[in-house]
Nanobody
Framework: QRQLVESGGGLVQAGGSLRLSCVAS????????LGWFRQAPGKEREFVATITWTSGVPVYADSVKGRFTISRDNAKNTVYLQMNSLKPEDTAVYYC????????????????WGQGTQVTVSS
């Protein structure tokens, strides 16, 4: 069974930075890609970024391009999300997910999720 554990969330001022981590364990070989989504109160879960395990090809949502960077460390089974120039509208619970599909930019492409980590950006 695959398990995903996120960490790194917190409270930061607008313009600041945070780095989220997602450690994958279990049947990671069956995951083609890992991705980050976020969900703000009263809103649907939305795509942020995704990356393939093998080639490291990234895909970003338009709202985070140029500010966020997704990367992975295969040896550590970990995917990172470096978030710079944070804005109050980035406030949400951030979830890591595993997908056997590509490109994995919709919630339905994912079959495993972590518990989420809260990111709050103050103005």
């Amino acid at each position: 069974q695959r398990q995903l554990v996120e960490s790194g969330g917190g409270l930061v001022q607008a313009g600041g930075s945070l780095r989220l981590s997602c450690v994958a364990s279990g049947r990671t070989f069956s995951s083609y890609a890992l991705g980050w989504f976020r969900q703000a109160p009263g809103k649907e879960r939305e795509f942020v970024a995704t990356i393939t395990w093998t080639s490291g090809v990234p895909v970003y949502a338009d709202s985070v391009k140029g500010r966020f960077t997704i990367s992975r460390d295969n040896a550590k089974n970990t995917v990172y999300l470096q978030m710079n120039s944070l804005k109050p509208e980035d406030t949400a619970v951030y979830y890591c997910g595993a997908s056997g599909k590509w490109p994995a930019v919709v919630v339905g492409s994912y079959n495993s999720w972590g518990q989420g980590t809260q990111v709050t950006v103050s103005s």
